[in-house]
């Protein structure tokens, strides 16, 4: 094998270019066989998520402007109690991933999701880039986040998403080592699958997750980087509403990542509104948490 | 506390990101209690504003050529006429946020503005980046700006709009010198509340302002940007119209921000209108400037 | 009047922005009187134009990949055609705003446009940024663009419209020297207006544009810069429509900038086909070139 | 000629100009005559193609993040296998472009491809930058990969279309000497032409493109380039049913290019799969791989 150092993408030999690919690829899709293939027989596997991040993204880049804090507060103090108001109106329980600099914020946000039935798990600490740490620091970080929440609930998250869905070198390797049983920062699939790691199979379950499912990327007002909420929130109600017939049509899973700060403004709370009665309108729908669902499809990684 | 300049954010220890948070920070919110809850025992609250920037955000910047002045005339000479016209006609008393060197250019403009039942109010010197200035120099601009507009109109402005919504370090303190009555360029809620500093209650109340709720992240075009129209101005327009629409039914606040060379083109009054519409169209509005707005929560601060 | 060398603008002098702002400035409003405002009564001014920019504005930065080169060809060869067809169907004469270069490569292209009934005029000499000329260099590639089109067609164009509607702080100065009756790159108003020059009166008509009136700024693709052609044509086309009816309800005038490399596609010559369909089905429409509008607002000059 | 290093592009003298116009130019249209202008008496002839890119846009950027392969990956896994469902449902030949390196990681792709009736030909080695390469480089990767693709399938690609549409100053000349029969990369008309290199008729057939008729420019997501999905899937789906509709008006070609790792999401499919429903809603409907277009039009080549 060449030194790949200084060399171009084009110039890599087959071991370089198939070593990137293979680092951390899908296993076995564990999708359960139908039918019977969800609990009561349900057709279709709804997971609902939100990403309870509020100021951190702005402060892990250092952004720490009074501004940029009180967009990320509204998500606290104006999103999130509609936001629950609607999951109990629907029934529908969700997953709450939550840094632990925003759980240490406000010590009651977690032990708040547990009670109204909802999942809580990690997303680092102050929503870091992975990226740029060693892999003692990310160990040591994500061990941190777990403790926090675990002291606060009295109950070990079982799942975590990575901040921004970022994925390290170490990553999968600190996913492993903090006994995590799923993670869901990754998109291979639609349903959920075995992570291999260079390969070998390893027992985590991937939840995979999608930018199309995703209120931040369309959504998402960045003033110095040119994001700008371009898409109105009632086409991506109708995107997300084809996501989903399509699930339901297959059997498969529909899974969707939300904001508190984002989603939880009054025009697009509008969306989600629509969007669980449309779902609520079909038979057979699984509503479940994140940790349940990777629990219900876990007997596949014995086969 | 460990010395933070050389850390990363995800190295700072509990005391520098809860002292970035809790800077500047939503206290009590100032909706009054229900019923009679707004004037007339009115629904809703609709609180219209428009930052009357013109040249300045290009001349701010440096940009000085006359294309780009020919832009931010555009909104003085074709799209003002137009929206106090509209205004009058939808019986809309609004306010205006004017840079001092915009009321200097027009000394008829602020007067004329008042005339028509509407509030003027400070909106910077030269609509300058307050996040670059010390807290001398921005009180030293903030000061000339409300000697302009008194002078001007023969009325001190009770409010005080940043310029882009910025907010220094030093703004809160600045805001507090001047002795403005409410600041409307933070978003931690839909509806007014009190700002605290450093956890210390302020007096100063909050009209709460948002980016889904202006016209210029999606509407404007800022060539070398990157920034594009690409918003259909009638689906902003339903946007706006479900934000209406959501806080008629929790009786809260809508407030709205637009800018004259920007929301009067006249594809764009079109929406305006519509918009202006859809809110007569209720009973029980109270249509009322961010001036009187925050008169009739100031007693919440008592509280 | 301090040196503004080292100076921020919020540090400028009364006389420094005052200079910046009235440079160029818009003038008396050139709209005339109604009733009878319009040849023949008509209740609406139409003016069309299309710049004819093919491969310039490519070439002007230094981008001459065959990719680039062939998005321009596009224009020329299968846009252009269908245009030209689609104009002698609505009888809709138009202004074609081309640089000289594009001239040169196909020399019979002008001479076809004024063969049917539209108006040929300057666009620069290969789409230069003005504002990085000398006045000698600005004065002397638009003097050769003038050369160029009056030799070719036999007139000599009336009117300019400066390549992306720069303006440099030469441009007008050239524009009177080349005895121009009117420019077509500003946007101080939606009708024609007279250009001041630092406060005085120039005999030069402007007819303003806008980029809300232009195909390029949500339909252009550029790889690298991170434009897309985001907006939907039909969506555009709506806009398009708002403003014409908003032209006809006052008796104004709708201007339109297009370009046949953007707006020839099939999927965007539809919108412009039915723009057209539902400009001719209103009655009093006066469709025209820019420089027979220029012609018939002249007297206002005199005024 | 003048020196052109140090030259602005408005100091080149019409040498230097034409010279980079007309290095790569359309030559002849290649539409045959009406009537009887393609088989079967058909009024349209219809190319789907798909780029099936996955993992390598991101390989040759050197991005190897585990989180951009798994992006890529979903094509090959999720999204190929319902388009070629999709395609036999409709009965719709394509045809796939593919890296050397994905045909290398999945060798049973491309005879799979080739068995249920589609096309295979040449998309790169690596989806590398042409244009950062010397001829030999670019010769030899593209050689490279035609040897790869003809030992998978027992059968030598006829066509390329460049990676990105990328075209450098050497790229004719290598498809030249690599004795394609065709290219489909560049943009200047919609229907098929003969390519002409510095002026002289070449025998290349070019099946243009169009960043219209591609899903990547507004449904792509590229996190740190600021291209967001903001186009809804259904409004592009209108767009490309425009562009059916035009080119079934005229009799010409409808080509589009798609990727299985943007298109192939459950929510996009929808769009496609409308798209073929109404394509198929028309009589004398050609569908056809690219390759049996280039055929069926190569005799205008000897014209």
């Not at 359960?32 to 997971?47: F, K, L, Q, T």
Request: with cysteine; hydrophobic share 40%.
């Amino acid at each position: 094998m060449t030194d790949a150092v200084d060399q171009q993408p084009w110039q890599w030999d087959e071991t370089t270019w198939r070593g990137h690919v293979e680092k951390v690829r899908a296993g076995r899709s564990l999708l359960p066989d139908a039918p019977h293939r969800w609990p009561g027989d349900a057709r279709v596997a709804v997971a609902l998520s939100f990403d309870s991040d509020y100021e951190t993204p702005s402060l892990r880049d250092g952004e720490t402007s009074p501004g940029k804090m009180a967009q990320g507060e509204y998500g606290r103090r104006a999103g999130l109690p509609r936001i629950l108001e609607l999951l109990d109106r629907w029934e529908a329980p969700s997953s709450f991933y939550i840094p632990a600099v925003c759980a240490l914020l406000d010590p009651e946000e977690a032990p708040r999701y547990l009670e109204r039935g909802h999942e809580v798990a990690v997303h680092g600490w102050i929503h870091e880039r992975n990226t740029q740490l060693s892999f003692e620091q990310e160990l040591e970080l994500l061990g941190r986040a777990v403790d926090v929440l675990t002291a606060q609930t009295g109950v070990r998250p079982t799942g975590i998403r990575t901040p921004s869905w970022d994925f390290s070198e170490s990553t999968l390797e600190v996913v492993k080592q903090l006994g995590f049983a799923y993670d869901s920062s990754l998109m291979a699939d639609d349903d959920p699958y075995e992570l291999l790691d260079r390969g070998e199979r390893t027992g985590i379950i991937e939840i995979p997750v999608e930018w199309i499912r995703d209120d931040a990327p369309v959504l998402m007002m960045e003033r110095f980087q040119g994001l700008r909420p371009y898409m109105p929130p009632r086409q991506l109600g109708q995107i997300w509403k084809d996501e989903f017939d399509a699930a339901y049509a297959v059997g498969g899973v529909f899974q969707l990542t939300m904001h508190p700060h984002i989603i939880g403004h009054r025009s697009r709370l509008v969306v989600l509104d629509d969007l669980l009665r449309h779902i609520r309108s079909h038979d057979g729908v699984w509503m479940t948490t994140h940790a349940d669902l990777a629990a219900h499809v876990a007997p596949g990684l014995a086969r």
